[in-house]
């Protein structure tokens, strides 16, 4: 069993405006993500199953052309391969798990 402090997990740009910290095991990636009021997420698929929980913030998020607001405690199933994107109405803090893991977050 690993032990982590997410504060030790350093802090990474994945796109401008979102920074997140990452938790990668065999099979999931998890994304601790911080994002800055007013950041756009471009519109977006992947092959990989994404479930969002809105910790703290708002977020607009559009999902297969639907737009719904994010805020504390929501969730959202997000399909392998359904486009999405989304935009920070206020600074928020998400935390997103994929299945399988994010190999390309890995080089970030």
Known sequence: MDKLNLNSIALKEIVPGFHARMVHTDNMTISFVEVEKGAVLPEHHHMHEQVTRMVEGSFE???????????????VVIPSNVKHSGRAI??????DVFNPVREDYRSI
């Open 61 to 75: 998020l559009t999902l297969d052309g639907k737009t719904i607001l994010l805020e504390p405690g929501d969730i």
């Open 90 to 95: 206020e600074a928020s803090t998400l935390v």
